[in-house]
Nanobody, 125 residues
Framework: QVQLVESGGGLVQAGGSLRLSCAASGRTLSSYVMGWFRQAPGKEREFVASISRNGGNTYYADSVKGRFTISRDNAKNTVYLQMNSLIPEDTAFYYC??????????????????WGQGTQVTVSS
């Protein structure tokens, strides 16, 4: 079983940038497809981005495509989400997640087996 801890959230003005990190322990990160999700107040948790085990394939929600970049450093057991050109609509709790299965790289919550506790991102206008 893998434990996930997110960090890097905070308050930023619109147009600014943040980089989220997700540190894994307990199992090597390269065993998992990794994803980022977010949940805004009063809304359902939604997919943001995912990345294959070796980092060679990435997927993004349309709402963040061109602004966010997911990456991973398996040697450091860490996944990152670089967020640029932030807008108030990006305000949410951001969660990283790990998928132990093989096959399709998931873009829905039911693909993922392990979740972190999340980190708050607030974008002011």
């Amino acid at each position: 079983q893998v434990q996930l801890v997110e960090s890097g959230g905070g308050l930023v003005q619109a147009g600014g940038s943040l980089r989220l990190s997700c540190a894994a322990s307990g199992r090597t990160l390269s065993s998992y497809v990794m994803g980022w999700f977010r949940q805004a107040p009063g809304k359902e948790r939604e997919f943001v981005a995912s990345i294959s085990r070796n980092g060679g394939n990435t997927y993004y929600a349309d709402s963040v495509k061109g602004r966010f970049t997911i990456s991973r450093d398996n040697a450091k057991n860490t996944v990152y989400l670089q967020m640029n050109s932030l807008i108030p609509e990006d305000t949410a709790f951001y969660y990283c997640a790990a998928d132990r299965s093989f096959g399709v790289i998931g873009t829905t919550m039911d693909h993922y087996d392990y979740w972190g506790q999340g980190t708050q991102v607030t974008v002011s206008s």
